[in-house]
């Protein structure tokens, strides 16, 4: 089964190509297009599809119809044959969870997705972190979500309606727009939370900077809903200090509420906070008796990756466990080969 995913998140897009449950092929759109976290929905791709009949094309993050349908007729002009199209633009939560889940090599895991700047969810509420119970074949189970709201623009979520999991309603900012908003008040882009990270490890304390959490959320006398910071002239790498604290103590925050509801040791961790390496090995230190598993394209250009495996999963007959063993995709390179090559040179 050749199962193609495109994902068109609003940066990184990318194309993930599974020959069965076997990774042929993962592209971001930035390496076609040499213009950073694009995501255009190039024609290039069309290049990777037509080598091979594809049994399924799953398109996420699609949100225009007018740009599926420009596609499809793209592929129908391309005559590349496709059996099966899916659009899926409502799970966006769910892939980073299965990209982390098919990587793995776990039968049965925790999914932790914190996303950098959260996913549409409905009626303008953004969901931010969710946490799921994942098993094989195909079993989602949702244990947790926080929805965030701007108070200026929306009203409060109906929490009437009946939920199976935890449902977390707030104004407040999710760590992910913390850490975009400092990062954007340093003067970075929202998206460079590692240079953010990079500057903490040269700050230290400081009765300068305000608390950046109340009660292990956003302290919101500081963060304003506008994704802005009501204050100036602070320290720049105090500051990246504090806010680095601020986001490894919701990260343990988030696994205190992990352990306090499930007996499962396998954890899988996704999503644009995964990428803080930081607040990873600080998960790490306080709970040694995790098998913690790190996706490793935890971004939205994942989105393909976890689309793909989860459809396949999904309408695969024959399914088989995977297991990623290293992230270096292509040609293999041999060394003797090279030494040999260089010697006669």
Known sequence: MITACISLAHHDSSLCILNNEKIKLFIQEE???????????????????????????????????????????KLKKQKIKVDNIIIDCVNHHLFHAASAFYLSGFKKAIALVIDG?????????YETT???????????????????????????YDTNQAKDYDLKIT???????MYGTVSKHLG??????????????????SKTIPDILY???????????????DVINLNKKDLAYAMQKALEKIFIENIKYIKSKTNIKNIVFSGGCAL??????????????????????????????????????????????????????????????????????
């Open 31 to 73: 390496r076609i297009t040499r213009v950073k976290r694009s995501s255009v929905l190039s024609d290039k791709y069309l290049q990777y599809l037509k080598k091979q009949k594809i049994d399924q094309l799953i398109l996420v993050n699609f949100f225009d119809q007018k740009v599926v349908d420009n596609f499809i007729l």
């Open 117 to 125: 700047w959260g996913a549409l969810f409905e009626n303008n509420f």
């Open 130 to 156: 969710s946490i799921f119970e994942v098993s094989y074949n195909n079993k989602f189970i949702n244990i947790f979500k926080n929805l965030t709201y701007d108070p200026n623009r929306h009203t409060s």
């Open 171 to 177: 104004h407040r900012l999710d760590v992910g727009v």
């Open 188 to 205: 970075f882009d929202r998206l460079d939370g590692g240079k953010t990270m990079g500057l903490s490890g040269y700050g230290k304390p």
């Open 215 to 229: 009660k292990n959320e956003a302290n919101m006398n500081l963060f304003k809903n506008d994704r802005t910071l």
């Open 276 to 345: 803080n390496v930081l607040g990873n090995s600080e998960i790490l230190k306080c709970y040694k008796d995790i098998n913690l598993f790190i996706d490793p394209v935890p971004t939205d250009s994942g989105q393909s990756i976890g689309g793909a495996y989860y459809y396949y999963y999904k309408n695969s007959f024959k399914p088989r466990q995977t297991k990623l063993n290293n992230i270096f995709l292509g040609p293999e390179y041999d060394i003797e080969k090279e030494i040999k090559y260089e010697s006669s040179r």
